[in-house]
């Protein structure tokens, strides 16, 4: 029996539609991003606009009795206020500071350069200089990124690794597991091992976890050697940390500290692993946002006829986990996977990069690139496997490089 008449042209706009998934998902992050950036601008308007109004009159109350007081002009005390806002810019302070372009000062800066920290507490003032940085920041940035890409890649392998270990320890007190199992080929014979993959969730948290005790125990150092307070120092860590770099507080500016040597060494150790410690926080945190985006998305899909909705239900969205997936497929049996998973061909030929079924057959929900990761780094898969098998769209590890070398693959593929 045919679908309604107005049901196959529904569909058939929407199959021509440019308006697709990648497009949808885009545009419905753009706004939830410009709606998430009203929010905060209004909510910092409110919080912080009464105390600029408040800290603007007092000084229009100061300079005028000081100008009373003095007699000086208004104008004559301006400019003079001017030259002292310009040597500040340059660095030059009242009290005593550590030189700004000494080596160490210097090491303190390309650093803030090459990590997008970006202080600006210290700027050069040459032509020369800047012409440098440009050049310099564009391939510093560039390797930069590139570290810590690789970083998560390898924090990944390892909390994978660990936690490999703990269930395969659990499973042996359980006594699902032969207690002379060793890792290695054998792995794939046992059953309760087969499907098993770590759960991002677990990942987030366990990251999470460590980004908050890195920012507490170098909080407690700034507080001891800055003489900062305790939520001021936590303000600084995460400001730097995320590399966003207000600049309003910076670390290591006095002309001398106590141990003064041991202190910059501590100092460069937090930042760099904390940088790297968020930024992989920040890629887990981007694929949970993606599979939320993926479950609004979910919402929104054509219901027009049967037909349209058993295909899509069995081949068009295999890649994409939403809440409630795993409830809806718990029957799926672990024969039922197998089969899929050597199905490559065929998710290749429908755009897909991970079959569905593949993904929902473990205890926890997977999500999509980083569970794939995790899975294949859990079960000791060698690591020229992954490299070279064509079929594997998740061959170049996890994050924004993972993903930029998935589209490239794809796209020579499809030549």
């Known amino acids: ?117 970006g202080f600006g507490m210290t700027t050069p003032a040459t032509v020369a200089g800047k012409v440098f940085l440009i050049v310099y920041g564009l391939f510093g940035c560039a390797g930069t990124i590139l570290f810590f890409n690789l970083f998560l890649e390898r924090i990944i392998s390892l909390l994978a690794f660990i936690m490999k270990a703990c269930h395969e320890r659990q499973l042996r007190r359980s006594g699902l597991l032969p207690p002379n199992f060793r890792r290695g080929p054998a792995m794939s014979g046992v059953g309760s091992l087969v499907g098993w993959k770590p759960s991002v969730y677990h990942v987030m948290l366990i990251l999470g976890i460590f980004a908050i005790t890195l920012s507490c125990c170098a909080s407690a150092m700034y507080t001891a050697v800055e003489g900062w307070n305790y939520v001021d120092s936590l303000y600084y860590c995460f400001v730097t940390f ?19 040597g041991l202190y910059r060494f501590g100092n460069f150790v937090f930042i760099l692993m904390g940088v790297c410690c968020i930024y992989s926080l920040f890629n887990v945190i981007s694929i949970v946002i993606k599979q939320v985006l993926n479950w609004v998305l979910k919402k929104f899909e054509c219901r027009c006829c049967p037909k349209c909705h058993k295909s899509s239900a069995r081949l068009g969205r295999r890649n994409a986990i939403t809440p409630g997936a795993r409830l809806r497929r718990h029957n799926i049996s672990m024969d039922a996977d197998r089969q899929y998973d050597s199905d490559t061909e065929g998710r290749r030929l429908s755009g897909e990069m991970i079959s569905m079924r593949e993904l929902t057959a473990s205890n926890k929900v997977s999500l999509a690139i980083l569970q794939k990761q995790l899975s294949e780094t859990a079960n000791g898969y060698p690591r020229n496997v992954c490299i070279n098998t064509r079929q594997n769209g998740f061959s170049a590890g996890v994050g924004a490089l993972a993903i930029m070398n998935n589209r490239l693959a794809e796209t020579s593929d499809s030549r």
Request: glycine share 6%.
């Open 1 to 117: 029996m045919m679908p309604p008449r107005g049901a196959a042209g529904s569909c058939r706009r929407r199959r021509l539609a440019p308006l697709n998934e990648d497009n949808g998902r885009f545009l419905l992050l753009a706004a939830l991003i410009a709606a998430y950036l009203s929010a905060g601008a209004t909510v910092f308007s409110a919080l912080e606009s009464p105390s600029e109004a408040a800290a603007q009159l007092r000084w229009n109350r100061t300079l005028h009795n000081f100008s009373r007081i003095f007699n000086i002009s208004l104008p004559e005390l301006r400019v003079f206020l001017r030259s002292y806002e310009a040597a500040m810019a340059a660095g030059i302070r009242v009290d005593a500071l550590r030189p700004r372009w000494d080596f160490p000062g210097a090491f303190y800066f390309v650093g803030t350069v090459v990590s997008t920290i």
């Open 242 to 260: 995320s590399t966003i770099g207000f600049g309003d507080l910076v670390s290591s500016q006095n002309a001398a500290y106590q141990n003064q």
